[in-house]
C-alpha cells in the first residue's frame, strides 16, 4: 500500500508510524484507518517495537467529520465495525510491543487510538479529551473499555459525561497512561524508551503482554497456571540464554529478538 496519511519507517528493529495530516490536526479518515491498519501488520512482521505519534502539533483529533468519506447520512455503527475495529485490533493485538508518542492533543477516536498501545508517553502540554457528548454521542474506539481499567469506574465517568480535558500530568496522575515528559525532553524520551523495547528479548515481552492483559478473565488459579506455561516458553528461548549469561558475566545482555 501506498501511504498518503501516513508515514511509515522501519530502522534498526524500530518502526514509527507517524500520522500525517498536520493542517487537519491529524484527524481520522477512512484512508487513514486503512493506512494506519496495514503499516501495523507490517511493523509486526518487520519491527521488534512499534511507536505511533502525530506530525505537527496534534496526535489526533478523532474523526474527521469533513471527510468525504462520511458525507452524507453518516453510519456511525457500519463505521466502527468496518473500519475502526480493524485498526484498533491491529494496535491492541500486536505481537511486538506499541508505544502511543502523545506529542499533542488526542481526543476522542484519537484518544482512545493513544489507549490502545502498550504505552502511553505524552508530551506535558497534550491533552487527552472524550469530546464525544458534546457532540450527543458516547465514547467509542474502546473508550469505555480502556478508561475503566485504566483510571477507575470513578473518573472514567466523569471524562465521558462532562468532556472535559484531561492533561498529560492529569493522565499520568490517575494511571491513564504511562508518564508525561517535558515538551523540550519528550522526542528524545520517547526514541530511547521504543529503542529499549526494539532491542529487548521479544519474546518475553509478548508473554508479558498476553499474561497481563488477560488476566482481568482469569482467577488467580488460572493466572498462575498462565504463568507457568509462558514461562516455560520464554525459558526456551536464546535471549532467556543470553540473559542468564550477560547476567553471570555482569554485562549488557544483547538480545536477538528470539
Known amino acids: 500500500m501506498q501511504y498518503e496519511t501516513i508515514t511509515f519507517e522501519i530502522s534498526d528493529d524500530l518502526a514509527v508510524l507517524t500520522l500525517n495530516r498536520p493542517d487537519k490536526m491529524n484527524a481520522l479518515t477512512t484512508r487513514m484507518r486503512a493506512e494506519i491498519t496495514h503499516a501495523m501488520k507490517e511493523g509486526a512482521k518487520n519491527a521488534r517495537a512499534i511507536v505511533l505519534t502525530g506530525a505537527g502539533g496534534a496526535f489526533c483529533t478523532g474523526q474527521d467529520l469533513g471527510d468525504a468519506s462520511s458525507a452524507g447520512e453518516i453510519d456511525l455503527e457500519r463505521s466502527l465495525r468496518d473500519e475502526y475495529e480493524p485498526m484498533l485490533e491491529a494496535v491492541y493485538d500486536c505481537p511486538v510491543p506499541t508505544i502511543a508518542a502523545v506529542n499533542g492533543p488526542a481526543a476522542g ?64 496522575d490517575w494511571g491513564l497512561i504511562w508518564e508525561a515528559v517535558a515538551d523540550d525532553e519528550f522526542e528524545a524520551h520517547w526514541r530511547k524508551r521504543a529503542m529499549y523495547l526494539a532491542k529487548g528479548p521479544t519474546a518475553g ?25 509462558l514461562q516455560g516458553e520464554c525459558g526456551r528461548t536464546r535471549d532467556f540464554t543470553e540473559g542468564v549469561v550477560a547476567f553471570l558475566e555482569k554485562r549488557p545482555a544483547k538480545f536477538e529478538g528470539r
Open 205 to 229: 515481552f509478548a508473554a508479558i503482554k498476553k499474561a497481563i492483559r488477560g488476566s482481568f478473565d482469569r482467577t488467580l488459579p488460572e493466572q498462575l497456571e498462565t504463568e507457568a506455561h
Open 109 to 172: 477516536a484519537g484518544a482512545n487510538l493513544a489507549l490502545c498501545a502498550d504505552v502511553v508517553i505524552a508530551t506535558e502540554s497534550a491533552y487527552f479529551l472524550q469530546a464525544f457528548a458534546r457532540i450527543g454521542l458516547m465514547p467509542d474506539a474502546g473508550g469505555t473499555w480502556f478508561m475503566p481499567r485504566q483510571m477507575g469506574l470513578a473518573k472514567a465517568m466523569g471524562a465521558a459525561l462532562f468532556a472535559d480535558k484531561i492533561s498529560a500530568r492529569q493522565a499520568d
